[in-house]
């Protein structure tokens, strides 16, 4: 590999700083930036695309504070809706802790909950870490930063709160679980009813729980710190379960962020007016 090629000559070459990360004078001396050949770019690019498009949506829909309620439907941006200047509500879906003083937008109490869960999400921060801050950009492609750190410094290091926030989600998901089922309540709360939204929201709590219960915290809180398994078999079980979702943690992350955003935008086209609710009974 080179052998006779000065390390610091092929770093200056590539155009790279020199003594550092592959350039190191123990790594193989490799002008080339990398030895891909591929589109690696393109699915780090669609990713952050795809985080961007759902940052751009949830901040104007965070923000608008209305239309986030069409009886019996709830958005689950704005759901458990915890302050007093929430849409009026029928019994079961008004969950009020806050007083007046709330001026904001109520889906601001709530969504930090959900976000903070996804925001420390051990995929999540694969991707973001690829897509917006090239780190590293694709695998076998030297990341443009002079050092690593990891996440042992500050702001990262508050990246191991992931654990407490799973908790949390667990809560929200338990309350759009509550949510789905008002869905079957027509507009004066009897039971009975059934829209097309009733079907919107329970095909999303469905992705959410299968996400929340595919995390890892889920799955260390389950079986971890387990010496025997064998000794255990309620927990194997559980364990077993979780691992069959763990491993479609990333299509199931995807699958609930985009369920999320149908969800409210569905909500939201009915309580603007702009689309009527089919009823199936």
Sequence with gaps: MATGTDPQASAATAGRPAGRGVDHASRAAIPARHLRGDRWWLAPAVTAAGL????????WRAFA????????????????????????MPAGADWEIVGSWWRLSPALLVLIFPLGFRLTCYYYRKAYY??????????????????????????????????????????????????????????DGAWGHMGLG?????????L???YTLSCHSCRHIVGGRLRNFSRHPVRYRLWGWVGVLNARHMQLAWASLVSVAVADFYVYLVASGAFDDPRFF
């Design 52 to 59: 961007l498009a759902f940052i751009v949506y949830s901040t």
């Design 65 to 88: 504070g209305d239309d986030y309620y069409a009886a019996p439907y709830v958005s689950p941006f704005y759901s458990p809706c915890l302050a007093a200047n929430c849409v009026d």
């Design 130 to 187: 690829r897509g917006f801050w090239a780190s590293p950009p694709a695998c076998a492609v030297p990341e443009p930063h002079a050092k690593y750190s990891g996440e042992t410094r500050f702001p990262l290091i508050l990246q191991n709160v992931h654990r407490y926030f799973f908790y949390f989600a667990v809560l929200v998901a338990g309350v759009l679980t509550y949510d789905a089922l008002l869905g079957f309540r027509d507009e």
């Design 198 to 206: 009733t079907l919107v929201l329970l095909a999303n709590v469905a």
């Design 208 to 210: 959410i729980w299968a």
